[in-house]
Each structure stands twice: as structure tokens, then as C-alpha cells.
């Protein structure tokens, strides 16, 4: 059996054909990010009741858990996108993989800052030991070693395949890393959304959630997109392309 | 299979002229492990609840110490270079590595941790618990590491960022570990937690070694 895709999906693979629809679809991506994040943000911190027990501390949930979905997808993409790259040695999908790395590591902090704050008034503690927090940590420790171990080679060619062997290692790492911290020790509450079951609260609480999940996954394709473009054009300063895009934009 | 007893008795034969590659770790072992008692408190029922705790990061550590040299020497006289295009499978000479460094650290460490089980008061019932985790998981830490030292053995300065690309995956072996020994000095049954680590140790004999061999490709090839 023959997989057959549509044209673009193979034009996904050239570097000028991404830098041109980027620069078309990063200002869409710019506009729903905005007007997603404002819709989801003001709904969710001012409009969206109170929590019946944490009171008002609980609106943080709408930074920290979209941060905390998107530290996780960010890294499968990555993983993905890596091994794409090495099995089909397509050069953009390894451009992906690196330029996720650093938006992946700063999301992770950004979950692991607003648990937190919202530990403090909820548990009285700004870090306890529990499962969630210490594999979201070990998440951000293996985006660290992508990041180090792709800055340490001089040979781009080489450091693309190697970050894309760890990544694919700590793929297989994630689910033990994960099981292993929650039966060790567990105090943080299950997870918020399940594809499976409805969430446990209101539709007027969880509506401005999913609008902030989506507008935090909308700021990571235009975020990716713009750390792509400025790699690709590093790679790609030899092509042709690149030297009449220099001509052309003095 | 010839060529797989071969390369292990080479590798063992190396170690055991180069004295220091046995004796450096489990000296590093010893002295990690004396550190804590100094550090935190002598106190006998204190290092009781932490003994398990300390040795098993010390024997992480001194594993993960000699993790670097693991192919470097290889590497830097071309020898790896040979065997990369040499008829016989990369997996086998790869195989027979990472068990022949488990043989000169890890089963070593365990030989020895009752020892330090003892200088830090780890319950009697425990010792066996102890000996078996390490026994089970340390060959687990070189199979894992050995892809981190696959990855930097052509990087001039893969010593620290081994450390930083392997420890994470450490965790699950420690967490599991260290359970044991503490159901064990509890008087829980530790069979559960035995199965785990054994389990972890097969799925990393099946995948570790062709990590390990992709790593050691983009490392030398490029």
C-alpha cells in the first residue's frame, strides 16, 4: 500500500515554500492569538465565579494549565518533528525540533512558576514534592538536555540527529517518569481535561479555559513559526532564495 | 556470538590494566556516601531513614561518572571508527560494552553497598533488598547511559553535559529503588517493586542498545 498526500504536505519539506506561507499565515495567527487570549483572560479573571472553596486564587488555572497542557504537547512535537526528521531526513522538520525546544523549556516554567503561586494560598507551600510537580520539573530538566546537547555540537547536521535521538528517549522516558512520581508520591489534583469525561465544572469556569488552551497552542505556532523562519534563513543563506530575499529587503 | 565474548573479554581486559576504571567509582562510591552522615548528622535512626536514599544517588553517581570513558578512549584512537565499518553488527560490540561496564561498576557497587549499608545503619532485613535493587537497576543505569555516551563522545567536553542529558531518565530507577529497600526495611513484601525494576531493565536491554548505536553513528560519521 501507497500513501498518497496532498501537494502541500510534501511542500511542507522545502524551507521556501514554510518561509513563504509563514509569512502569510503569521499575521491570522497573530490576530486569533490576540483575540483569543483577550477573550479568554478577561472572561476568565474577571467574568468566570468564584470557586466555592479557593475563592478567587483559583483563576490562575487559566495561565497554569493551558502552560502546563502546552509544556507537554510541546514536547511530543518536538519528538515528532525529530523523528520525521530522522527517518525521512527532511531538513524543516529538524528546523521545528530545535526551534521548539526553547518555547517548550520557557512554557514549562511558566507552568512550574504559576503552580507555584497557586500552591501557596492553596496548599501554604510554594513547592511541594508531589508527582505532578516533580515530572513537569523532569520535563523541563530533558528539555534543558535537548537544549545543551544541541548547542554543543558544531555540525548542524549532527546536532539536529543527536537532539532528535535524546528527544526520542525521553519520549519513551515520559509515560515511566510520570508513573513512577505518582505512585511515589501524589497530592495535586487529577487532570482538568479528559477527552474521555466532562469536565467537573461549570460551563461557565471551563468554557474560558478551553479558549485559553487554544489561544496558548495559537502562540506557540506563531512563536515556532517566527523561530523557524530566522533559523531556516540562517541554514538556507546560501540558497538562492534567500540572497534575492536580501536583495529585494535592504 | 563469538565475536560478542570477544569484545567483552577486550573491554574487561582493558579495565582490569587500567585499574583506576574499577577502582575510581567505587571509591567515589565510599566517599559520596561518607559525605552524608558528615554533612547532615551521625545520628544512627536519622541514617536509617536515608541510607537507601544515599546510596542508591551515590551508586547513580559513580555509575554515571564513569559513564564518559565509556567509549572515549575507542574514539579518540580510531578504534571505533573500525568498528563502525567492521563486518560485525554495531549492537553486539555496543551489547557487549555496556555489559562489561556494567560488570567493572555497577556489579561492583553492588558488592560493596552492604558495606556502606552497614556505616549508615540500613535495618539488617533490608540488605538484601538493597543488594537485589541495585543488582536489578544498575545494569539498567548502563544501558541508558550508555546512549548519553554515545551522543557526546565526539563533544570535547561531554562529562558535564552527560550528566545533564542522562539524569533525568535516572529517576524512575531511583524512585523504584529506593522503595524497595524501604518496603523491605518495613517488612513489606518487595516482589512488586522488583518486577518493576526488572521490567525497566528488559524494555531498556530491547531499545537502549539501537539508541546507543544511532547515537554513536551521528557522533562519528556526522
Request: with cysteine; proline share 5%.
Amino acid at each position: 500500500m501507497k500513501l498518497k498526500f496532498p501537494r502541500w504536505f510534501y511542500r511542507l519539506a522545502s524551507p521556501k515554500w514554510f518561509y513563504e506561507i509563514s509569512s502569510k499565515l503569521m499575521p491570522w495567527l497573530a490576530l486569533v492569538t490576540t483575540v483569543l487570549m483577550t477573550i479568554g483572560l478577561i472572561w476568565g479573571l474577571v467574568f468566570a465565579p468564584e470557586d466555592y472553596q479557593q475563592g478567587n486564587s483559583f483563576r490562575i488555572i487559566y495561565i497554569h494549565v493551558p502552560a502546563a497542557i502546552l509544556a507537554q504537547s510541546c514536547y511530543l512535537f518536538m519528538a515528532s518533528a525529530g523523528a520525521i526528521g530522522l527517518i525521512w531526513k527532511i531538513k524543516m522538520a529538524h528546523v521545528m525540533a530545535k526551534s521548539a525546544a526553547p518555547i517548550g523549556a520557557s512554557i514549562a516554567v511558566l507552568a512550574l512558576a504559576t503552580g507555584a503561586i497557586w500552591g501557596k494560598p492553596t496548599w501554604g507551600a510554594w513547592w511541594v514534592w508531589d508527582a505532578r510537580l516533580t515530572s513537569m520539573l523532569v520535563l523541563f530538566f530533558l528539555y534543558l538536555g535537548v537544549i545543551a546537547l544541541t548547542s554543543a555540537f558544531d555540525n548542524v547536521a549532527s546536532s539536529d540527529k543527536a537532539a532528535a535521538v535524546l528527544s526520542l528517549v525521553g519520549v519513551v522516558n515520559i509515560p515511566i517518569i510520570k508513573y513512577s512520581v505518582e505512585w511515589w508520591n501524589t497530592l495535586h489534583q487529577p487532570a482538568t481535561f479528559t477527552i474521555t469525561a466532562k469536565p467537573a465544572m461549570p460551563a461557565e469556569m471551563w468554557i474560558p479555559l478551553l479558549i485559553m488552551v487554544l489561544s496558548f497552542y495559537s502562540f506557540f505556532a506563531l512563536m515556532l513559526f517566527a523561530r523557524a523562519r530566522i533559523e531556516t534563513l540562517q541554514r538556507e543563506k546560501r540558497a538562492d532564495w534567500v540572497q534575492d530575499l536580501i536583495k529585494n529587503h535592504p | 556470538m563469538q565475536f560478542f565474548f570477544a569484545a567483552i573479554k577486550r573491554n574487561l581486559l582493558l579495565s582490569f590494566r587500567h585499574k583506576s576504571d574499577i577502582f575510581n567509582p567505587l571509591a567515589f562510591f565510599l566517599m559520596v556516601a561518607v559525605m552524608f552522615p558528615l554533612g547532615i548528622s551521625p545520628e544512627a535512626k536519622f541514617l536509617a531513614a536515608i541510607a537507601a536514599g544515599v546510596i542508591w544517588v551515590a551508586a547513580l553517581l559513580a555509575s554515571l561518572l564513569s559513564m564518559d570513558g565509556l567509549f572515549r578512549s575507542d574514539f579518540a584512537d580510531g578504534s571505533l571508527e573500525q568498528m563502525l565499518i567492521s563486518p560485525q553488527p554495531l549492537i553486539v560490540m555496543v551489547l557487549a560494552k555496556i555489559i562489561s561496564h556494567w560488570l567493572v561498576t555497577g556489579f561492583c557497587l553492588a558488592l560493596l553497598s552492604p558495606l556502606l549499608a552497614l556505616m549508615l545503619f540500613l535495618p539488617s532485613e533490608a540488605l538484601f533488598a538493597l543488594v537485589a535493587s541495585l543488582l536489578l537497576g544498575t545494569p539498567t543505569l548502563s544501558l541508558i547511559g550508555a546512549i548519553g555516551a554515545g551522543l557526546t563522545v565526539g563533544l570535547r567536553n561531554g562529562g558535564v553535559l552527560i550528566s545533564l542529558l542522562i539524569l533525568p531518565l535516572y529517576i524512575p530507577l531511583l524512585i523504584f529503588g529506593t522503595a524497595m529497600v524501604q518496603a523491605a526495611s518495613m517488612g513489606m513484601p518487595i516482589v512488586g517493586y522488583s518486577a518493576i525494576l526488572g521490567a525497566i531493565l528488559v524494555v531498556s536491554l530491547l531499545f537502549a542498545p539501537f539508541a546507543t548505536v544511532a547515537a554513536l553513528k551521528i557522533s562519528v560519521k556526522g
